[in-house]
């Protein structure tokens, strides 16, 4: 059984403008000791699913269907109390800005400590023993020093060893890292990523790592959702989704990776917005952006799509290259003719 299981989630929040959908229909499964990617644009919905496993949604937000079990127990409906006692203890998250996840009135130790007071049966003087031990842990200097200092004493590459330090300090069986190296220059990022695969390895924790970096994903990740307009447009192996991708978004994701041999030349970004989510079209989200969209794309969105056993996407172009190989054959209804861009 796998660790955490996400069946058909629908997360929407209710504003005077409408219903927004901010995540529409995901399911997905998260083995122990495993590191899972969710990568996308802003507004993809990566957060969001990670707020709804926490259940820490702003007060329009809902979750208005599917299933998220954590070591089998349900936690949609399950109630705040029981929540409380899953929150940091099975399930830890690491926010994007460590200045705004701490709060500028406590210390470093208070803050530390308060999460071990809370969610075990450690006493002051263990929990402060715990606090030292964990700021060493993630190569905090002097760490007795750090547990009187307040937040903004400290740089953002040590207030993010913090953070991380408090989301390990019960050792949860998950940890979400949303976006966790946003705000960091290349070199701390870099030092950053090597702390969590360390003690990820260490610990044997399974790791939720949001981003929108496909390099972080290809550094970390064991296995790649791939989120667009609330919905996994593709899914697979880090090596599958790399160099194999089988989704025109995933594709143009990848086109807009600099590399060595890009240098001098200008990328080539991902034209166009991202979709109202209050106004969801009938077909694929993402056909209005799409160089390859064909007239299917408009008016049916793909179904789920098994490349092979390790990856599966939602793209009408699978289907199409399908018919062309042979793989699959085509049935135009009555009075309709086949049409290669139909």
């Known amino acids: 059984m796998a660790l955490l299981e996400i069946n058909d989630l629908h997360t929407s929040f209710f504003t005077d403008a409408g219903e927004v959908k901010a995540v529409n229909g995901i399911s997905f499964n998260l083995e122990r000791g495993k590191v899972l990617g969710i990568v996308g644009e802003s507004?993809?919905?990566?957060?969001?699913?990670?707020?709804?496993?926490?259940?820490?949604?702003?007060?329009?937000?809902?979750?208005?269907?599917?299933?998220?079990?954590?070591?089998g127990e349900e936690l949609v409906n399950s109630g705040e109390k029981t929540m409380r006692k899953i929150r940091g203890n099975k399930v830890s998250i690491i926010f994007q800005d460590p200045m705004t996840s701490l709060n500028p009135t406590h210390t470093i130790g208070h803050q530390i400590m308060e999460s071990i007071l809370l969610?075990?049966?450690?006493?002051?003087?263990?929990?402060?023993?715990r606090a030292v031990e964990m700021l060493r842990l993630v190569n905090i200097n002097e760490p007795e020093k750090r547990m009187k200092q307040y937040p903004h004493e400290l740089s953002g590459g040590m207030r993010q060893r913090v953070v991380i330090a408090m989301a390990l300090a019960c050792e949860p069986d998950i940890l979400i890292a949303d976006e966790p190296t946003t705000a960091l220059d290349v070199t701390i990022q870099a030092q950053i990523?090597?702390?969590?695969?360390?003690?990820?390895?260490?610990?044997?924790?399974?790791?939720?790592?949001?981003?929108?970096?496909?390099?972080?994903?290809?550094?970390?990740?064991?296995?790649?959702?791939?989120?667009?307009?609330?919905?996994?447009?593709?899914?697979g192996t880090a090596d599958e989704i790399f160099y194999n991708p089988r989704h025109e978004y995933t594709k143009g994701l990848m086109r807009s990776i600099p590399t060595a041999n890009t240098f001098g030349q200008r990328l080539q970004p991902i034209t166009g917005t991202p979709i109202d989510l209050l106004n969801m079209p009938a077909?694929?989200?993402?056909?209005?952006?799409?160089?390859?969209?064909?007239?299917?794309?408009?008016?049916?969105?793909?179904?789920?799509?098994?490349?092979?056993?390790?990856?599966?996407?939602?793209?009408?172009?699978?289907v199409k290259s399908g018919v062309e190989s042979g793989e699959i054959e085509f049935a135009p209804a009555d009075g309709e003719e086949k049409s290669e861009n139909e």
Not at 45 to 66: D, E, F, N, R, W
Not at 119 to 129: G, I, L, M, S
Not at 287 to 310: S, Y
């Open 43 to 71: 507004g993809s919905g990566k957060s969001v699913t990670a707020y709804s496993i926490m259940q820490i949604l702003a007060s329009t937000g809902k979750i208005v269907g599917g299933s998220i079990k954590l070591d």
């Open 193 to 235: 990523l090597d702390l969590m695969t360390s003690l990820q390895k260490e610990l044997g924790m399974a790791i939720i790592m949001i981003t929108h970096d496909l390099g972080v994903v290809a550094q970390m990740c064991d296995e790649v959702i791939v989120m667009y307009a609330g919905s996994i447009c593709e899914q």
């Open 119 to 129: 969610h075990t049966d450690r006493n002051k003087k263990e929990a402060y023993a």
């Open 283 to 318: 077909g694929c989200p993402f056909a209005p952006r799409c160089d390859a969209a064909m007239k299917v794309c408009i008016k049916c969105k793909a179904e789920r799509m098994q490349i092979n056993d390790d990856h599966a996407a939602a793209c009408w172009m699978n």
